[in-house]
């Protein structure tokens, strides 16, 4: 089981060899204040992620946006104890909450304060790197957080999505999930553990004797792509380890095995704070406007058939359709102004 980021010393035969991506890549104030990076460190994650299926990103964010995260879901979900916790996640669907675990809970947030804030969904230096790998059209899919309770278990080994297809499993990401602390974690709070390119492996079989872990602070970042392996560790603290999971896609990819089953709305964005955005920004946010649309949409009223002469509404079918019959020969324009023949409008009802 690996816990560092040193590289593995390697037999004389493969002196020769060039050496396997460092997975842990460290930000710069400097990257970090200006939300660009140098090109090596931009160079040196894509290499990471390509090789290894994740790249973990020191001090991507301010503390101040981290502290303000941490915060804000203290708000929300902080007074949350496990017994609530679980009661809540029992209700029947529509649902903010799944459970994934013993004693672990996924949570759909909503997207006010500091989760609303562009620095944190849109973050430069984390778009940067999805960018090339998911295009210019991606989206955020969904925000979440997944709360693991003091003395939670090992979680399952599992993908966050299987794949696509049963063949070709060195097809480029569809999704990348961005995984951040909103604590500080070590060993013993239960940090995630990866398998190194197993988002390339067919089988989903996986030795912890293989395990990369890495302890995370506030401010740091973990890319997996969505077929990479991993597992949540035991939690062996008396306090919660809440960690914020942002997920990018490509524009064609919805994540219904992850959100369908609860029913629940995976970018919950309240319109005002969207119509607040930049317009920069609000194309990454199509997802969230579409599921507030939706939901005003089931409250439209829908307006009522126009009256005809008789005073009677005008649907097909229904019994205002009879004073039309003789009105009109079978091959004239139908007298209800349709623009198709009669015979295939309210003569075909006759």
Partial sequence: MSFTSAAHARPASEIDLPLKPNWIVPVSAHEAASQVFEPQTQAAAHAAFGTHGCVLLRDVFARATAEAMYREFATQFGAVDLPRMREMAAQPAPNRLIQVGDARYDIALRMTGAFGRPEVFANGLII??????????MLLNSLTAVVSYPQSQQQRVHRDYPHLFDYGHDMPAHAVNVVVPLIDVDLATGPTGVWFGSHLWESNDASLDSISVSPLRRGDCMMMDYRLLHTGLPNHTAQPRPMLYLVYARPWFSDQ?????????PVDMPLERYNELPA???????????????????DAEVPAPPANANGAGNERGSAAASPMQGKASR???CPCGSGKRYKHCHGALT
């Fill in 128 to 137: 940067s790197l999805l960018r090339p790998l998911l295009g210019n059209h």
């Fill in 257 to 265: 095995h992850n959100h369908l089953r609860s029913g629940r709305n």
């Fill in 280 to 298: 920069s920004v609000r194309p990454l946010l199509a997802r969230a406007y579409y599921y507030r649309m939706l939901a005003r949409w089931h």
């Fill in 331 to 333: 091959n004239d324009p």
